[in-house]
């Protein structure tokens, strides 16, 4: 919500547009509104996402599709989704990449993509048949065994396909929740109520939602999380793992609050110890049956939910442990529950589903992709230098605790048009682990743009907190020409919480 806040006031250029561009301009900065207050308006699954939700009607689709997304992305689950449901011919890719695009995209390895885009073009908007849709429906990259790292240029692993999604060839095994380790499949451990009340800074190691690979925002060593949470350890591998699609973990579970959350993360434990997170899932316990219809939870009843982990694929190598970890709150991914929840798992009665994938031969076979081709570069001269922090500081003495990002392109000059732009944005996640309702998120976004004597530029700022019944939410734009305000507006908003 805060970054199209900013990208919405973008000026148009008057060199394209001519000398009605401030009309244009002041007209946009008033209309585009505060999306992140209409969003906070609808906090359960409504008329409002519903018109444009795929799954809604997959049927209407009829167009061929070709889905493509990065395991780093906060977006790879809709590939698997529309492939289960999609009846138009359709193929997927997912690659290790975070929210770029393939062929310049990190973590790599980079693909040909555009030569991909072609071959899917030329089969269904020319008719050249190619041999794109005998190829394999599904193609993605099989991560490797690593130690984890909140940056990589390359993510290690091999491509793999499948002729059909889900595959026939994929299998489940259930590995029981015992009660201090994950169980081999088949086991019975006996029944205990195992109890969890996780400091709200737990989730700080998972990085961002949606990592863009640029700056070191991938999950970190899961071990400083498990302080915080209810650990399951497996023993090691006496030969390697791997598994491809969606883990799900079948929780019995109770809360002490009617509104509670939980996160369940996936990882590799190393035989150096290192934790590296494969994959995560988070439910908020109102909406275990329905998002369309939440419910508050019965303090102390116990119910049976599942939580879907996002897909993946990945190979875990001998010697390693498999590790789920449950935990209260995973901030700053998600907000924090009205109050501080302990969670009670009855181990025994708990479980991980995790999908084996047995090794294709047929793998060896595929045909490689093309060497990744991008535009020449725009010939950019650096007016101001970039620069980009990503911190956690912690406050021993009033025990808060802040996720500090800056993300600054510095100041650039397009040396063909002339143009000079620049971006920059500062963000601050601020929360006291005792406490749910300290939570504040504030972003400040600064964009620039000139062309000899024409300077414009805008900040556009936003701060969010929590009450036990509200959001609090405040959005502030300003916009300059020649360093003159010539447009301010501020929102500000008190939004009742709804099962949130």
């Not at 244009?24 to 519903?50: A, T, V």
């Not at 790292?149 to 299998?171: F, L, M, N, V």
């Not at 939440?294 to 303090?299: I, S, V």
């Not at 501080?340 to 992709?369: Q, W, Y």
Request: net charge negative; aromatic share 10%.
């Amino acid at each position: 919500g805060s970054t199209m806040f900013g990208i919405n006031a973008t000026p148009p250029d008057p060199a394209l547009v001519g000398k009605k561009w401030r009309e244009m301009w002041m007209g946009r900065l008033k209309e585009s509104g505060f999306w992140i207050e209409e969003w906070h308006h609808h906090q359960r699954r409504d008329d409002f996402y519903k018109h444009g939700s795929v799954c809604e009607d997959y049927s209407a689709i009829e167009t061929p599709i070709y889905m493509v997304g990065g395991w780093a992305d906060g977006y790879s689950n809709a590939v698997f989704r529309m492939l289960d449901n999609m009846k138009t011919p359709c193929k997927g890719l997912v690659g290790p990449w975070a929210h770029k695009y393939p062929n310049f995209a990190e973590p790599g390895p980079r693909i040909g993509f555009l030569q991909e885009c072609l071959r899917w073009w030329d089969k269904w908007l020319k008719g050249i048949e190619n041999g794109i849709m005998e190829e394999p429906k599904l193609r993605v990259w099989m991560q490797d065994t690593t130690p984890p790292k909140t940056y990589r240029e390359e993510r290690s692993g091999r491509w793999i396909a499948e002729d059909s999604w889900p595959s026939p060839r994929i299998s489940t095994t259930i590995y029981p929740l015992g009660s201090t380790r994950l169980e081999k499949p088949g086991a019975k451990p006996a029944q205990k109520e195992l109890k969890i009340c996780s400091p709200q800074t737990i989730g700080l190691a998972g990085g961002k939602w949606c990592p863009y690979g640029l700056i070191p925002d991938q999950p970190g060593d899961q071990r400083q999380e498990a302080g915080g949470s209810l650990v399951f350890d497996s023993d090691p591998l006496k030969r390697p793992l791997e598994f491809m699609g969606a883990p799900v973990v079948y929780l019995d579970i109770a809360a002490d609050k009617p509104q509670a959350l939980v996160a369940v993360t996936l990882s590799e434990v190393l035989p150096d110890g290192s934790v590296t997170r494969l994959s995560y899932g988070i439910l908020n316990l109102s909406h275990r049956d329905s998002h369309e219809t939440p419910e508050l939870l019965e303090p102390d009843k116990r119910y049976q939910v599942s939580v879907k982990l996002n897909d993946c694929a990945q190979r875990l190598n001998t010697g390693s442990r498999l590790r789920v970890a449950i935990s209260s709150s995973y901030w700053a991914i998600v907000w924090p529950s009205p109050q501080a929840a302990t969670l009670s798992i009855l181990s025994g009665a708990s479980s991980l589903e995790l999908p084996i994938r047995p090794v294709r031969d047929e793998d060896k076979k595929l045909n490689k992709f093309e060497p990744a081709e991008n535009a020449p570069a725009l010939e950019l001269s650096q007016l101001r230098p970039p620069q980009s922090h990503y911190q956690i500081n912690n406050d021993v003495k009033s025990g808060r605790t802040v996720l500090d990002i800056l993300s600054d392109d510095g100041l650039k000059k397009n040396s063909g048009t002339g143009w000079v732009f620049g971006s920059s944005c500062r963000r601050l996640y601020s929360i006291i682990p005792d406490d749910p309702l300290s939570a504040e998120v504030s972003q400040k976004w600064y964009k620039e743009y000139a062309r000899d004597d024409w300077q414009v530029s805008i900040q556009a700022d936003t701060y969010m907190s929590v009450t036990e019944s509200h959001f609090i939410i405040n959005g502030k734009l300003d916009a300059y020409e020649n360093d003159e305000r010539v447009f301010s507006d501020q929102w500000n908003c008190k939004i009742p919480r709804d099962h949130t």
